[in-house]
């Protein structure tokens, strides 16, 4: 959600039960905004905050002008001082996937993982046990990582495509209208298309170049694992996604309000085919 | 019962003088225009007073029509009740008089009923009149007396019937203290003058009688129809309006409102707001922790609430939480009805887990029939349903509150049923997603015994068993102490406030988990809060005693035995080495002010916080619970046996073609050996 309505983008987004104290706010409203002016961030987005055992992580995220390139993500433990975080790699997606469980809420923690390696001496080839750390941090990255890439939301024409190739934010984007907001077709991932170049000819004749140029939510396997539902009597629609249980978007159709929070333990919900 | 005066003479006419001095301006202002030209000055005085006196009922059945419409409606019964008494006494027939009364007094704007009373008491002494001359007197004392005691026993009986506010009464004391009022001049202009007789006594009683009726408080509030007027006619004099009989209603009205609306305060308190729970105080706290709705939904879910409260009887409310579904959300408060107030509800039946195993049941059938070659007689299966559990009665156990859910504050409140142990066993079992509908089917391996609310309720009843926890000692057992040995594994199954508890520190409240405990009863395998062997028949208590040393047996083996109540967190089984709590102060920053949160790691979205003196559980979430591994659903039952082998079945092979084509040409060489033997016996 973005940092300049965040008072009413935790209010809108309350709907799934996690929010933040008075006094976290108050420091995230003054600490973004520091933020901002240091590393000169066009837009800063209050990502959200992964519930550990025994610390909490607020998670920020920068963007530059461009708003696909690739987003500095930020990481602190009281919403005052903020850290940043290195990028993602495949690799760190790699070894990450080994770890099971609940963050532990201290970013130097290693969760230990007995591998068995093969290692080659001469000619000889034996298995060994080695004992794989890997550092929580790199898990934070990664799991940030992949929540974005796989359900960060934004709706319709929220964004557009100018004709060199950077994408803008829409300032004429008034919001969705009622009956476009509860459609999942409405929403795209915030993320690069990738399937995107899969879709026919025919389909593609439909869409509008600067508007349409990210995958939607419609087609997400499995389908279903979207929740999109009306709260406050029709005034706002919140998607919630069941993959990542936590992930919250919320619009107020015919206003510009937007926005996603992540609030979670950070464990994606491998059990969703059997839930639906 | 009534209080007769003691002399019967009714005062006559002239008593107009004092009343004049009791009421002037509304006398003058009601003048109407009466065709009278040849009645005396006397008797004009007359319609004046009956003006006067049908101007006081007017209002006051004004403020009958619009405040007392009980006595509205009394009033015809009671009249027709008054003439019926007085046609029977008098036995008379008024032809041409009647005629006569009602065109003299339409002009008057009361009702009807006076008119006609009226009209029959004055041609009663009409009539009266007319039969005797001489004995004018007598029968004018007569003729007084009767309607007189009539008024009087009216009198009384309004008085009986306790302020019932009706017309004729209301004119009562003025008629029954000079009865003359209620004759229309113009038939009996001469009687006024004959009854004449003033003797002081009974007319003051008379006032007497009339003031202490007027100052007889209403029903509704504290206020007199005496005090009343005084207000009314203080007003009128104070301000002096231009047209004050065209303003009269009004002011009337309004003078009502002024010293009426103080009294009417006190009847509106509301009594049940007290089951009502402060929602803001909780979600102020919840905020603190960062948790929980924000202010104004919590504020419409406390509206919803106390509609609820209105709705039902309702002993003590809560809002449990609340649990997210695809395409609605349930909002669920947990709510104790008043003792003896729960009404039963219409039993629903189980119908998956019941008719999945008679389903069973007769495909175990048709496999044995189908194996059967030689036999007519069906085999009846030899599988028999497992027995059921009995779930727990209510107010007890897992059923010990009643949950009503609702999809947003506004909609209608749905009460969920009581909660089976074999849903709660089967719940264990799948990890489903609510949808937000509650008729909707749970389909899922193994079947679950109901719809979602069943599902809901069941999954309600595991949360609230696992986490509700309050801080230590905020809760303590009864004085009953006796009873712990000797209920074994059941345990004491009911707590009660403590009055002396002090609250303990935050820090120490983050610090250690052995500060809070569970207030809610745990939940055993078997379903339920206290163990019942299923196999005991509870009707057939007469068991031999081979039978029931066989039961006991059973019994210890699979008696299940579960934490007691107000058990301390820290005692509570590890996810994974994992603590299944996690306890923070709300703000690090300020310590001293902050709010102990307590957070749920096996049932992400259960938070329970405490601050001094005050603790609160809520649930917001999906409604699962936490599974470090992923979730392995039941496998299929193995295959059942088709058929026991035993002596009376068992499995051949088939004879094959060559088989039974040896067989058959053996036969044949028999037959024609036999023939053979019978041709030789014959030729013999």
Same mark, same amino acid.
């Given at each position: 959600?973005?940092?300049?309505?965040?008072?009413?983008?935790?209010?809108?987004?309350?709907?799934?039960?996690?929010?933040?104290?008075?006094?976290?706010?108050?420091?995230?409203?003054?600490?973004?905004?520091?933020?901002?002016?240091?590393?000169?961030?066009?837009?800063?987005?209050?990502?959200?905050?992964?519930?550990?055992?025994?610390?909490?992580?607020?998670?920020?995220?920068?963007?530059?002008?461009?708003?696909?390139?690739?987003?500095?993500?930020?990481?602190?433990?009281?919403?005052?001082?903020?850290?940043?975080?290195?990028?993602?790699?495949?690799?760190?997606?790699?070894?990450?996937?080994?770890?099971?469980?609940?963050?532990?809420?201290?970013?130097?923690?290693?969760?230990?993982?007995?591998?068995?390696?093969?290692?080659?001496?001469?000619? @000889?080839?034996?298995?060994?046990?080695?004992?794989?750390?890997?550092?929580?941090?790199?898990?934070? #990255?990664?799991?940030?990582?992949?929540?974005?890439?796989?359900?960060?939301?934004?709706?319709?024409?929220?964004?557009? @495509?100018?004709?060199?190739?950077?994408?803008? #934010?829409?300032?004429?984007?008034?919001?969705?209208?009622?009956?476009?907001?509860?459609?999942?077709?409405?929403?795209?991932?915030?993320?690069?298309?990738?399937?995107?170049?899969?879709?026919?000819?025919?389909?593609?004749?439909?869409?509008?170049?600067?508007?349409?140029?990210?995958?939607?939510?419609?087609?997400?396997?499995?389908?279903?694992?979207?929740?999109?539902?009306?709260?406050?009597?029709?005034?706002?629609?919140?998607?919630?996604?069941?993959?990542?249980?936590?992930?919250?978007?919320?619009?107020?159709?015919?206003? @510009?309000?937007?926005?996603?929070?992540?609030?979670?333990?950070?464990?994606?919900?491998?059990?969703?085919?059997?839930?639906? | 019962?009534?209080? %007769?005066?003691?002399?019967?003479?009714?005062?006559?006419?002239?008593?107009?003088?004092?009343?004049?001095?009791?009421?002037?301006?509304?006398?003058?202002?009601?003048?109407?225009?009466?065709?009278?030209?040849?009645?005396?000055?006397?008797?004009?005085?007359?319609?004046?007073?009956?003006?006067?006196?049908?101007?006081?009922?007017?209002?006051?059945?004004?403020?009958?029509?619009?405040?007392?419409? +009980?006595?509205?409606?009394?009033?015809?019964?009671?009249?027709?009740?008054?003439?019926?008494?007085?046609?029977?006494?008098?036995?008379?027939?008024?032809?041409?008089?009647?005629?006569?009364?009602?065109?003299?007094?339409?002009?008057?704007?009361?009702?009807?009923?006076?008119?006609?009373?009226?009209?029959?008491?004055?041609?009663?002494?009409?009539?009266?009149?007319?039969?005797?001359?001489?004995?004018?007197?007598? +029968?004018?004392?007569?003729?007084?007396?009767?309607?007189?005691?009539?008024?009087?026993?009216?009198?009384?009986?309004?008085?009986?019937?306790? %302020?019932?506010?009706?017309?004729?009464?209301?004119?009562?004391?003025?008629?029954?203290?000079?009865?003359?009022?209620?004759?229309?001049?113009?038939? %009996?202009?001469?009687?006024?003058?004959?009854?004449?007789?003033?003797?002081?006594?009974?007319?003051?009683?008379?006032?007497?009688?009339?003031?202490?009726?007027?100052? +007889?408080?209403?029903?509704?509030?504290?206020?007199?129809?005496?005090?009343?007027?005084?207000?009314?006619?203080?007003?009128?004099?104070?301000?002096?309006?231009?047209?004050?009989?065209?303003?009269?209603?009004?002011?009337?009205?309004?003078?009502?409102?002024?010293?009426?609306?103080?009294?009417?305060?006190?009847?509106?308190?509301?009594?049940?707001?007290?089951?009502?729970?402060?929602?803001?105080?909780?979600?102020?706290?919840?905020?603190?922790?960062?948790?929980?709705?924000?202010?104004?939904?919590?504020?419409?879910?406390?509206?919803?609430?106390?509609?609820?409260?209105? +709705?039902?009887?309702?002993?003590?409310?809560?809002?449990?939480?609340?649990?997210?579904?695809?395409?609605?959300?349930?909002?669920?408060?947990?709510?104790?009805?008043?003792?003896?107030?729960?009404?039963?509800?219409?039993?629903?039946?189980?119908?998956?887990?019941?008719?999945?195993?008679?389903?069973?049941?007769?495909?175990?059938?048709?496999?044995?029939?189908?194996?059967?070659?030689?036999?007519?007689?069906?085999?009846?299966?030899?599988?028999?349903?497992?027995?059921?559990?009995?779930?727990?009665?209510?107010?007890?156990?897992?059923?010990?509150?009643?949950?009503?859910?609702?999809?947003?504050?506004?909609?209608?409140?749905?009460?969920?049923?009581?909660?089976?142990?074999?849903?709660?066993?089967?719940?264990?079992? /799948?990890?489903?997603?609510?949808?937000?509908?509650?008729?909707?089917?749970? /389909?899922?391996?193994?079947?679950?015994?109901?719809?979602?609310?069943?599902?809901?309720?069941?999954?309600?009843?595991?949360?609230?068993?696992?986490?509700?926890?309050?801080?230590?000692?905020?809760?303590?057992?009864?004085?009953?102490?006796?009873?712990?040995?000797?209920?074994?594994?059941?345990?004491?199954?009911?707590?009660?406030?403590?009055?002396?508890?002090?609250?303990?520190?935050?820090?120490?409240?983050?610090?250690?988990?052995?500060?809070?405990?569970?207030?809610?009863?745990?939940?055993?395998?078997?379903?339920?809060?206290?163990?019942?062997?299923?196999?005991?028949?509870?009707?057939?208590?007469? %068991?031999?005693?081979?039978?029931?040393?066989?039961?006991?047996?059973?019994?210890?083996?699979?008696?299940?035995?579960?934490?007691?109540?107000?058990?301390?967190?820290?005692?509570?089984?590890?996810?994974?080495?994992?603590?299944?709590?996690?306890?923070?102060?709300?703000?690090?920053?300020?310590?001293?002010?902050?709010?102990?949160?307590?957070?749920?790691?096996?049932?992400?979205?259960?938070?329970?916080?405490?601050?001094?003196?005050?603790?609160?559980?809520?649930?917001?979430?999906?409604?699962?619970?936490?599974?470090?591994?992923?979730?392995?659903?039941?496998?299929?039952?193995?295959?059942?046996?088709?058929?026991?082998?035993?002596?009376?079945?068992?499995?051949?092979?088939?004879?094959?073609?060559?088989?039974?084509?040896?067989?058959?040409?053996?036969?044949?060489?028999?037959?024609?050996?036999?023939?053979?033997?019978?041709?030789?016996?014959?030729?013999?």
């Amino acid at each position: 959600m973005d940092e300049e309505s965040l008072l009413l983008s935790l209010e809108l987004a309350s709907g799934s039960g996690q929010g933040l104290s008075p006094d976290r706010r108050a420091s995230l409203l003054t600490s973004l905004m520091l933020v901002k002016r240091d590393y000169r961030f066009d837009r800063v987005l209050f990502w959200g905050r992964i519930l550990g055992l025994v610390a909490d992580y607020y998670i920020a995220q920068g963007l530059s002008e461009d708003q696909l390139a690739p987003r500095k993500t930020l990481y602190s433990l009281n919403c005052m001082e903020w850290s940043l975080l290195p990028p993602a790699t495949e690799e760190m997606e790699m070894q990450t996937s080994v770890v099971k469980g609940r963050f532990m809420g201290d970013p130097s923690h290693a969760y230990e993982h007995t591998e068995l390696q093969r290692v080659n001496e001469g000619e @000889k080839v034996f298995e060994e046990e080695v004992v794989v750390q890997v550092k929580e941090e790199i898990r934070l #990255v990664s799991i940030i990582d992949q929540i974005d890439k796989a359900v960060a939301v934004i709706p319709r024409g929220a964004l557009f @495509k100018t004709p060199f190739g950077p994408i803008r #934010v829409n300032r004429t984007f008034e919001g969705l209208s009622s009956s476009e907001a509860k459609k999942l077709s409405s929403y795209f991932h915030f993320r690069e298309p990738v399937e995107l170049k899969n879709k026919t000819l025919l389909e593609k004749a439909d869409l509008d170049p600067s508007l349409d140029f990210m995958d939607s939510l419609e087609h997400d396997i499995p389908k279903g694992s979207w929740s999109i539902q009306m709260e406050r009597g029709n005034t706002l629609v919140v998607l919630r996604s069941l993959l990542w249980p936590g992930l919250t978007f919320y619009h107020a159709p015919r206003t @510009k309000n937007y926005g996603y929070i992540y609030v979670g333990t950070g464990e994606k919900n491998i059990d969703l085919p059997f839930m639906l | 019962m009534g209080d %007769l005066p003691p002399d019967p003479e009714p005062p006559p006419q002239p008593t107009s003088s004092l009343r004049n001095s009791q009421v002037s301006e509304r006398r003058r202002s009601r003048e109407h225009s009466r065709p009278q030209p040849t009645v005396p000055e006397e008797v004009q005085q007359i319609p004046l007073d009956a003006q006067l006196l049908r101007g006081c009922r007017e209002l006051v059945s004004s403020q009958i029509n619009r405040g007392w419409s +009980q006595g509205a409606s009394l009033t015809p019964s009671e009249n027709f009740i008054f003439q019926a008494e007085e046609a029977q006494r008098g036995g008379i027939e008024y032809p041409s008089l009647n005629t006569g009364f009602p065109s003299e007094v339409q002009p008057q704007t009361y009702s009807s009923e006076g008119r006609l009373q009226a009209s029959h008491n004055a041609s009663l002494i009409l009539q009266q009149l007319q039969q005797g001359e001489g004995n004018l007197f007598q +029968q004018l004392e007569s003729a007084y007396q009767e309607p007189r005691a009539d008024l009087l026993g009216q009198y009384t009986r309004y008085q009986r019937e306790d %302020l019932q506010f009706s017309q004729d009464t209301q004119h009562g004391p003025y008629l029954r203290d000079d009865p003359a009022l209620q004759f229309s001049p113009s038939e %009996l202009g001469f009687m006024p003058f004959n009854m004449e007789v003033t003797e002081p006594e009974p007319r003051e009683l008379a006032v007497q009688n009339a003031k202490a009726y007027l100052l +007889q408080t209403s029903i509704n509030c504290d206020l007199s129809l005496y005090e009343h007027l005084v207000n009314l006619l203080t007003k009128i004099l104070n301000q002096r309006p231009k047209d004050p009989l065209f303003l009269l209603e009004s002011l009337h009205r309004s003078t009502r409102l002024e010293f009426y609306s103080p009294g009417s305060g006190k009847v509106t308190v509301e009594k049940a707001g007290t089951a009502v729970p402060n929602i803001m105080e909780k979600a102020f706290y919840l905020e603190q922790a960062g948790v929980g709705l924000s202010s104004d939904e919590s504020f419409r879910i406390f509206m919803a609430l106390k509609q609820l409260v209105g +709705q039902q009887p309702i002993h003590t409310c809560r809002f449990w939480g609340k649990i997210l579904g695809l395409s609605r959300s349930y909002l669920v408060a947990e709510v104790e009805f008043r003792e003896g107030e729960e009404e039963e509800e219409e039993e629903e039946e189980m119908m998956g887990g019941g008719d999945v195993m008679e389903a069973h049941g007769e495909e175990s059938d048709e496999g044995n029939e189908g194996e059967e070659k030689a036999t007519d007689v069906t085999r009846k299966p030899t599988w028999k349903p497992p027995p059921v559990v009995p779930k727990e009665e209510s107010r007890n156990g897992a059923n010990k509150y009643l949950y009503f859910v609702c999809n947003e504050p506004g909609r209608p409140w749905v009460r969920l049923p009581h909660v089976t142990p074999i849903q709660i066993v089967q719940a264990r079992k /799948i990890k489903k997603f609510f949808t937000g509908f509650l008729d909707a089917p749970v /389909i899922s391996y193994p079947p679950f015994p109901g719809n979602e609310a069943n599902y809901l309720r069941a999954q309600i009843a595991r949360i609230s068993a696992a986490t509700h926890i309050s801080p230590l000692g905020f809760y303590q057992f009864g004085e009953e102490e006796g009873d712990e040995e000797e209920e074994g594994g059941a345990g004491r199954d009911s707590y009660e406030e403590n009055p002396d508890f002090e609250g303990i520190p935050v820090l120490e409240l983050v610090d250690s988990m052995a500060n809070w405990v569970h207030h809610t009863q745990h939940i055993l395998p078997q379903g339920r809060c206290t163990w019942v062997n299923p196999l005991q028949k509870t009707e057939e208590e007469e %068991l031999g005693e081979e039978e029931e040393k066989a039961d006991e047996g059973i019994d210890e083996a699979g008696q299940e035995v579960g934490p007691p109540l107000l058990t301390p967190l820290s005692e509570d089984a590890e996810i994974m080495h994992m603590s299944p709590w996690t306890a923070r102060l709300s703000c690090s920053l300020s310590p001293q002010y902050s709010v102990a949160v307590v957070r749920s790691n096996l049932w992400p979205g259960a938070y329970a916080y405490a601050s001094a003196k005050k603790f609160e559980n809520i649930y917001i979430g999906w409604g699962h619970k936490y599974s470090p591994e992923n979730f392995n659903p039941s496998l299929p039952a193995p295959v059942q046996q088709e058929y026991p082998s035993g002596p009376e079945i068992v499995e051949m092979s088939d004879p094959t073609v060559e088989e039974e084509q040896a067989l058959a040409a053996a036969e044949q060489e028999e037959e024609a050996e036999e023939a053979e033997e019978e041709d030789e016996g014959q030729d013999d």
